[in-house]
């Protein structure tokens, strides 16, 4: 009697939020912890902003190559391999800080982890479509949003305050090469726990039948396709205002609260500037995410758009709040960042406008990375 061979199905459980994790903390890493980095090694707010605001690019241009991704592997390879990519690269910047080309060579690595992570977001929301089911994709839209946040706060908060806890103890240099080596070791890990967790769904295949001009064609005629759609220059005004009160915090925000009195900033230490984003934000992020994900599945993202669309702007109604007080009390500066996280909680759970935009629009993976490009879009 011939053996049946059953194809055990993994739960999304044990890898929807780690894969979201990881996809957060590079971009974290890159964009807003590089800032904190340049500030603490000597460079001015302007030299380190003006190095820092290039490193999104990546992130910003990766619909030029996301489609022929799949000419080569299948999404899992690439997100097992970034993954990989990414500790190396975690590894190559804590080496470089004590070097005498430590600028130009964290420079040099943190680009590279700029590339590896816009791939690894590529393949890691392509590979999401696949390997659930639509239901299951509707189920996990908030849980993913949320430990994609918490990744950037953990980054932002959690990493600062170790390295300003290393400080006390030995010099800049070494305290953030421990801080990179750390991160190196994590995403080494990652990568090794994923090859055993992630499934491997039946549709998750290279597409080598192809030629890279026909997958080009295909790509042309299916980005035309979205713009002939009903009312998409709204679709598109959506995705590119919606998160704009975020980003003009982003750079400026962590700037604001490290800089001197003299400056006109809170003067917070590393310590708590990691402390109050890594705890009283985390709670903040995580109470947002699961309460915007428990309405928007109850009761529609229809009805809860507008109310999202609010919150999303709280975190600039809370530094105006910080701007004009120059509150000195931490427990104030940290209801502001509860608030300020609380609101991207509850109105990052809109991205399942992007799923409504993707499936029910019937919009094809190869275009997924442009429309999340301009979810992203700084």
Not at 55 to 83: A, E, G, N
Not at 126 to 153: D, K, N, P, W
Not at 365 to 377: D, S
């Amino acid at each position: 009697m011939q053996k049946q061979t059953i194809k055990k199905k993994i739960s999304p459980w044990a890898w929807v939020s780690t894969l979201y994790f990881a996809e957060g903390l590079p971009n974290a890493a890159v964009v807003l912890v590089s800032l904190v980095f340049y500030q603490e090694m000597g460079l001015s707010d302007t030299e380190a902003t003006f190095y820092t605001s290039w490193f999104y690019l990546p992130w910003v241009i990766k619909p030029l190559w996301s489609p022929f991704l799949d000419l080569i592997r299948t999404k899992r390879w690439w997100v097992l391999t970034m993954q990989m990519l990414l500790g190396a690269a975690f590894a190559g910047v804590a080496f470089t800080i004590n070097t005498s080309f430590w600028l130009q060579g964290t420079i040099c690595f943190f680009w590279l982890l700029a590339f590896s992570s816009a791939t690894h977001d590529v393949g890691a929301d392509g590979f999401y479509m696949l390997g659930l089911e639509q239901h299951e994709q509707a189920f996990f839209v908030g849980i993913r949003s949320t430990f994609y946040r918490i990744s950037m706060v953990v980054g932002k908060g959690g990493l600062v305050a170790l390295a300003g806890l290393l400080h006390e103890y030995m010099k800049v240099q070494l305290s953030w090469s421990l801080v990179f080596y750390s991160l190196a070791a994590l995403f080494i890990g990652l990568s090794l726990y994923h090859r055993y967790v992630l499934p491997k769904p039946d549709t998750d295949i290279e597409h080598n039948q192809l030629s890279a001009s026909e997958l080009f064609n295909e790509f042309i005629g299916t980005f035309a396709s979205f713009f002939r759609k009903k009312e998409v220059l709204i679709a598109i005004a959506f995705m590119l205002l919606f998160r704009l009160p975020e980003a003009l915090l982003n750079t400026v925000g962590p700037l604001f609260l490290r800089a001197t009195a003299d400056k006109g900033g809170l003067n917070l230490s590393l310590e708590t500037f990691g402390v109050i984003n890594g705890i009283v934000g985390v709670v903040g992020l995580l109470l947002g995410g699961i309460l915007g994900g428990m309405v928007a599945s109850k009761d529609g993202l229809k009805k809860w758009l507008w109310p999202m669309t609010f919150a999303i702007t709280l975190p600039n109604i809370a530094y105006v709040y910080l701007g004009f007080v120059m509150p000195s009390s931490p427990f104030s500066i940290g209801a502001a960042i509860f608030v300020e996280n609380f609101g991207y909680g509850f109105g990052f759970s809109a991205i399942c406008y992007l799923c409504y935009i993707s499936v029910k629009e019937n919009i094809k993976l190869v275009i997924m990375p442009f429309v999340l490009a301009l979810w992203h879009f700084r």
